[in-house]
Nanobody, 121 residues
């Protein structure tokens, strides 16, 4: 069984920074893409940033230049460094990963439980 566990959320003032982490554990052969999504109250879940196994990245326009996604393949962990935070960044942030549990079967999708980020003065 595979689990994704996020950490690092919290309350921060506008202009501040937070670093989210998402660690994958369990029966993992390899991890393809790792993605951060967020969902604000009353809104649909939206993609924030994605990173491939080779380190390629892509970001939502709303976070470009402020957020940085990275990963540590040895630790099966993805990070989201969030700088210059704005009140509109307030949301529950979810980790999503495309994971192979062995070398023979196709990959499966897994979600973390989410971590709350609140940007407020």
């Amino acid at each position: 069984q595979v689990q994704l566990v996020e950490s690092g959320g919290g309350l921060v003032q506008p202009g501040g920074s937070l670093r989210l982490s998402c660690a994958a554990s369990g029966s993992i052969f390899s991890i393809n893409t790792m993605t951060w999504y967020r969902q604000a109250p009353g809104k649909e879940r939206e993609l924030v940033a994605v990173i491939t196994s080779a380190g390629g990245t892509n970001y939502a326009d709303s976070v470009k230049g402020r957020f940085t996604i990275s990963r540590d393949n040895a630790k099966n962990t993805v990070y989201l460094q969030m700088n210059s935070l704005k009140p509109e960044d307030t949301a529950v942030y979810y980790c999503f990963a495309d994971i192979f549990v062995n070398s023979l079967s196709k990959s499966h999708h897994y979600w973390g439980q989410g971590t709350q980020v609140t940007v407020s003065s």
